[in-house]
């Protein structure tokens, strides 16, 4: 159950994976106190089924009317109010609305149970094409054959998305929420012509939000390809901003921004009473959003859902040119060489810009897995807060020259441990593993056994590491070879204590600096996507010392 606000931007979320043998439940309860609403998690669940639930409410069920609980469940929506946008609602659930004669009197608690039917519109499954063969293109609303220069990418992405913002309105939030932009209604516009000196200066695009008689307005100046953003043209759609009262200029480009680098060098004038923020925005993010919507939150309604999609074409288009972060830089190939033959010296500036380069791939890498499961997957920092970004950075570079590796680790929602990627730029190989700790309860041969039964589906070629106090390493093997002889992974001094197990798999690196099929980028990608889906897809629930009837059998 997810709580969301009026633009669909989630706030709470509350999972039950342990609901048992129950064919009714209760997830949460909307209810008023005083002047105030209030949403509160209760995961109570009924054997009885609906008639139990009913029942727990005051509501008389006889066993010879089992349809009663039904027909009860259908008519307890006279709770919600009928406003087309609710200020508290879930996202994947909108109420019916009640009759207009209830709504001035809504039905008294003791004699409806709280449970509302609803539904998420998704994509529908896809059917057999009319078409011939394959060779027959179907016809999109947001053509992509027609783009030649990088001009007329830029024109139509910024024109495609701020459309589909204006026509979406849960997409149009959720790009523009982060950015402060308020909930209300928004137009968006292209190529808008505004003074500035002796040139007008026209901006790639406009979007205003009203709300409650009040305008937010932000610029928008967008890239595509591997162009980058120009300083001397930002700057000058800060000062417009500034002048006539806009709140934000937003940059759309291929690139991520990071904390403490900015992307472009802009001039703040501080004497100025009314102060212009500058965000940034990348494609994948864009593209991230979108995925969120039409695969797991939906929007309510077909017509928008196909809109979606259809954008999502676009942006994943080759010819689109909106493809997010795609080239590790001029340093890339430097750096490696200098890791290779031991000639990079602590301090050089380059594997700086590649230590940048590779935060700016994870931070992607996070929104393709996010967007495919659903949820969010965040990269974690081993830092303080409050840390310089900068400093941080810097003592990254220099563990890359002396120990020629980049690493960092992933926070996936559900997963029993992070999720960490290794680049080994000495040995040309990718590392991505994750760490179980062990259970509390139970004896080791149980907890090997049932792990190499966890991991049936599981490559063969993965790396087992049974982890034990200390850290001087213990057994380890290919899960080919433990699955047979799952007491291979116990240390042969009984005494000592295991502290969990390490799952690994290990695969060749691109070579090239982009993205292409022998890129380093696609492989950092396709390595992450392999071991979670592979691996760590079936590791979602964390290890426990309790074991069911049927595993307490195998064992």
Known sequence: MTLADAGGESLLRFVIDDAGPVSAIIFGELYRRGEEWKFRAVGQGYESGLAGLATDFGVDIEDDEADSAAAVAEESSAVVPPDAEPRTTLEAVPAPRPPAD??????????????????????????????????WKQARLFPVSALKSDRDREMRSTSVLLSVMAQVPRFGRRITAPFGAPSGRMETFTEVSLPHGDTPRRPDGVIRVERAGKLWTALVETKTNGNSLKSDQVQAYMDIAARRGYEAVITLSNDVALEGSPLVDVKIDRRRKHQVALWHLSWAEVAHQAQMLIRHEGVGNAARTWLLQDLLHYLQHENSGCHGFQNMGSAWVPVRNGISDETLCQGDPRA????????????????????????????????????????????????????????AELRVEGAPGLLTVCADLRTAKLRTSVEIPAPEQGYPLTWAKRL??????????????????????????????????????????????ITGFRLS????????????????IRSVDDAVQRFHTSVVAHLDAPASGRATAKERAAV
């Not at 798999?505 to 380093?520: P, Q, T």
């Open 102 to 135: 209830e709504e001035a009197a809504p039905k008294k608690r003791t004699t409806r149970p709280r449970t509302a039917k609803k539904k998420v519109t998704p994509p529908r499954a896809p059917v057999k094409s009319l078409a011939e063969n394959e060779s």
């Open 352 to 407: 700086l810009e590649v230590v940048e380069s590779w935060e700016r791939l994870i931070r992607q890498v996070c929104l393709r897995l996010g967007g495919e499961l659903g949820q969010k997957v965040l990269p974690a920092q081993r830092t303080r807060r409050g840390i310089d970004p900068g400093a941080r950075r810097a003592r990254l570079a220099d563990q890359l020259c002396a120990e020629g590796r980049l690493q």
């Open 452 to 497: 190499v039964r966890r991991l049936a589906e599981a490559p063969a070629d993965l790396h087992v590491e049974t982890l034990v106090e200390g850290g001087t390493g213990g057994p380890r093997g290919t899960l080919e070879r433990l699955r047979p002889e799952p007491a291979d992974l116990l240390p042969k001094d009984r005494a000592t204590r």
């Open 505 to 520: 798999l290990f695969k060749g690196m691109g070579s090239g600096r982009g993205n292409a099929e022998s890129g380093f």
